[in-house]
Every structure is written in C-alpha cells, then in structure tokens.
C-alpha cells in the first residue's frame, strides 16, 4: 500500500486558515509598506525635489563634497587663527 495518505478534511480546513491568516496580514503588511514608502517620496520630493535613488544619491555625494570642502576650510581657518593669536601672544610677552 502506497504512502499516499488522503489528508483529513479538518487538517486541511485549519491549514486552509493558517495560510488565509498569514496571507491577510501579508496584505496588511504591503499595504502599510506601501504607504511608508509613497510618504517617504513625497517627502523625498519635497526637500529634495525627486524621489530618485540614483539622484538623491547624486545629491548626498555633493552634500559630502561640499561638508568637506568646508571642513577644511574652516580648519585652515582656525590653524590661522592659532597662528595669529600665537604672534600676538609671543609679541605681548616680548613687550617690556
């Protein structure tokens, strides 16, 4: 006798609700991703004025760019303010 089981209808009803379960909150699931993700676009759009990834990433490697460009020149910046302060503060000392 094959190992060909008729499965039981009871087993089968409760499978049958598991998987309905399962699938109803998969569709909960998508449908809440699905509004994240059209909110996070419009927001997107709105400060950045594309939701494109290729793009917004194009964006935040300039914003980069220009975070370090700025960085070292308010370093420098400050290198020439010690510098001068220690001028100052060596001609003070000098100053009988």
């Not at 409760?14 to 991703?33: G, P, Q, R």
């Given at each position: 006798m094959p190992n060909d089981k008729v499965p039981d209808i009871e087993a089968l009803k409760?499978?049958?609700?598991?998987?309905?379960?399962?699938?109803?909150?998969?569709?909960?699931?998508?449908?809440?991703?699905q509004?994240?993700?059209q909110k996070l676009q419009e927001e997107s759009r709105r400060i950045y004025q594309t939701d494109d990834l290729d793009e917004l990433k194009r964006q935040l490697e300039a914003m980069r760019a220009e975070n370090t460009r700025l960085l070292t020149e308010y370093d420098a910046?400050?290198?020439?303010?010690?510098?001068?302060l220690e001028i100052v503060r060596q001609q003070f000392e000098q100053k009988p």
């Open positions: 409760v499978e049958f609700h598991k998987l309905d379960k399962e699938k109803t909150t998969a569709e909960a699931n998508l449908k809440t991703s509004d994240e993700l910046h400050l290198k020439s303010v010690k510098l001068e």
